[in-house]
């Protein structure tokens, strides 16, 4: 049921986040489309009213009350020093189920080694506020500037080191960079304006949203395995069986045979279905997940 105009403002991160942070959404059960050149993507629930935004700027946006919640990195919370209540971990990235990470680099041939050698030098980087405040923590002085962008090209010609984000290091090696230390490890946050979370029906929505997002992460390269197996057999064939709790034994209507269900990962079913054959199964069927909530 509808409850009469209540919107919920939710922040969507565009860039790189957007086509992940869409497909977990779908996954989720929410149909999100976004137009070429729109920044109000349109979601088939009638309670979310949605915003394209860059994942740096959401946070600040969530904490003036300008967007009720959004989706953004804790590396941006960081960044902004916003004020908000942080409703949900997502662990997702753009190539994957990962952190990312802030991560000072240099030229493969630079003499810097360590943090310490970062004393007097210069440094290039987007998120100018982190790193001041991992070098203060540090008692390292060097200057700080911000990148507009092709940070990892600035180097050593421009600057001595850089702060730079990535996922797999792949950008940072094609440049010839290598990562003296690790700022911060960051995964997306869902997240909430204070005064929309004192909001019973707003607290709600999002919580809502959580969990059917947090159940879609879950299910990710998770499958249902379903099989039946003489009842005999039931033991040696779950003995073979991971799960993510006990295996679900159903009686069939043929008596002595009973169907069996489990949640696994999906690479382990390449692994295991032999010798589930072997030990008895019968009628092995796999089918894909869009949530596993707990």
Known sequence: ?????????????????????????????????????????????????????????IARYVETGHLDAGITG?????????????????????????AVRWVIAVPNDSPIRSVKDLRGKRIATEAVGLTKHFLKSRGIKAQVEF???????????????????TETGSSL????????????E??????????????????????????LLSGALRAENKVL?????????????TKILPSLHAPTISRLADDGWVAV?????????????????KAGAEGIIELPLNKVIP
Do not use: C
Not at 20 to 34: C, D, N, P, R
Not at 74 to 98: F, M, S, T
Not at 195 to 210: F, G, M, N, Y
């Open 1 to 57: 049921m509808v409850a009469r105009n209540k919107k919920l403002i939710l922040g969507l991160p565009k860039g790189s986040l957007q086509e992940a942070t869409f497909s977990m959404m779908q996954k989720a059960g929410f149909q999100v489309e976004a137009r070429s050149r729109s920044y109000f993507p349109t979601v088939d629930d009638p309670e979310i009213e949605a915003r394209l935004l860059r994942a740096q700027e």
């Open 74 to 98: 804790y590396d941006w919370i960081v960044e902004n020093n916003a004020k908000v209540v942080e409703v949900a971990e997502l662990v997702y990235a753009k190539q994957g189920l990962r």
């Open 147 to 165: 990148s507009w962008g092709a940070t990892e090209v600035k180097a050593p010609a421009l600057v001595d080191a850089i702060v730079e984000l």
């Open 173 to 184: 090696r094609a440049n010839n960079l290598r990562i003296v230390e690790t700022i911060l």
């Open 186 to 211: 960051s995964t997306p946050r869902l997240i909430i304006n204070k005064t929309s979370w004192k909001d019973a029906w707003k607290r709600r929505k999002v919580e809502q949203l959580a969990m």
């Open 225 to 237: 395995l379903k099989l039946n197996v003489r009842a005999g057999k039931v033991a040696a064939v």
């Open 261 to 277: 269900e489990t949640v696994i990962d999906e690479k382990v079913v390449r692994d295991i279905v032999q010798h589930l054959k």
